[in-house]
C-alpha cells in the first residue's frame, strides 16, 4: 500500500521561502509509471496544481508559480521536496503530496500539511 | 479562479441520483480523456474516484459513474448514502505546459 507523507514547519514569515518534503513508503519513487506532484488547497478554496516531477529530474510547474516553485526528487531518501519563494498570505493552505500516473490523475494522497504565511 | 468550473453546491435525497457538472474548454476536457473526479470528506485528503472519464478504482462503488460530452464533464452518484456527503473536485489534463488543471469543487449534501 504505497503511503505519503508531508513534512515541514506550519509557519512561515511573509516573503521568506517554503520548504517541504513528502516521504514515500510502500513503493518506489523510481517507478516509471509515475511522477509525483505537489497540490495546494487555501482555506474553503478548490484544489491547485502547483508541479510534478518525474523521478529523472524532469520537472512542470503550474504556470502561474513558476517564477517562484522548484521541485526536487531524492531517489536514495525516496522523496521528494517542494521549494516555493517570497511566500505571501496567499500562499496560507493545505499543501498536498500525491502521485499522479498516465497524465492527471492522482491516485495517492498524502494526508495534507496546513501552511500559514504570517509574522 | 479556477479553470474548470463547477456549481458550489448540489444536493439530494438518500436513494436519489445527483449529477454534478465540470465546463472546461477544448484546450483541456474537450481534448483529452483524462478527467478524474475526487471526493474529499472534511478535513482529509482528496480520494480519487474517477479517472480517465469513466473507470472507477478498485474499491470505488459503482454508485459513482462518469461521462463527458464535448467540454463538459459530470459526474453523476446514484443511490445517494450518507456517506456520500463530501466535496467533489474534478481535473483534467491540459497539455503540457499546464498538464494539471482543476475545478473550484462542489460540496455535495444528503438531505
Known amino acids: 500500500q504505497l503511503q505519503l507523507q508531508e513534512s515541514g514547519p506550519g509557519l512561515v514569515k511573509p516573503s521568506e521561502t517554503l520548504s517541504l518534503t513528502c516521504t514515500v513508503s510502500g513503493g518506489s519513487i523510481s517507478s516509471s509509471n509515475s511522477h509525483w506532484g505537489w497540490n495546494r488547497q487555501a482555506p474553503g478554496k478548490g484544489l491547485e496544481w502547483i508541479g510534478s516531477?518525474?523521478?529523472?529530474?524532469?520537472?512542470y510547474y503550474n504556470s502561474s508559480l513558476t517564477s517562484r516553485v522548484a521541485i526536487s526528487v531524492d531517489t536514495s531518501k525516496n522523496q521528494f521536496s517542494l521549494s516555493l519563494s517570497s511566500m505571501t498570505a496567499a500562499d496560507t493552505a493545505v499543501y498536498f503530496c500525491a502521485r499522479y500516473i498516465t497524465g492527471s490523475i492522482a491516485d495517492s494522497w498524502g494526508q495534507g500539511i496546513l501552511v500559514t504565511v504570517s509574522s | 479562479q479556477s479553470a474548470l468550473t463547477q456549481p458550489p453546491s448540489a444536493s439530494g435525497s438518500p436513494g436519489q441520483s445527483v449529477t454534478i457538472s465540470c465546463t472546461g474548454t477544448?484546450?483541456?476536457?474537450?481534448?483529452?480523456?483524462?478527467v478524474s473526479w475526487y471526493q474529499q470528506h472534511p478535513g482529509k485528503a482528496p480520494k480519487l474516484m474517477i479517472y480517465e472519464v469513466t473507470k472507477r478504482p478498485s474499491g470505488v462503488p459503482d454508485r459513482f459513474s462518469g461521462s463527458k460530452s464535448g467540454n463538459t464533464a459530470s459526474l453523476t452518484v446514484s443511490g445517494l448514502q450518507a456517506e456520500d456527503e463530501a466535496d467533489y473536485h474534478c481535473?483534467?489534463?491540459?497539455?503540457?505546459?499546464?498538464?494539471?488543471?482543476f475545478g473550484g469543487g462542489t460540496k455535495l449534501t444528503v438531505l
Open positions: 477544448s484546450s483541456d476536457i474537450g481534448a483529452y480523456n483524462y
Open positions: 516531477i518525474y523521478y529523472t529530474g524532469s520537472t
Open positions: 481535473s483534467s489534463f491540459s497539455g503540457s505546459s499546464n498538464p494539471v488543471v
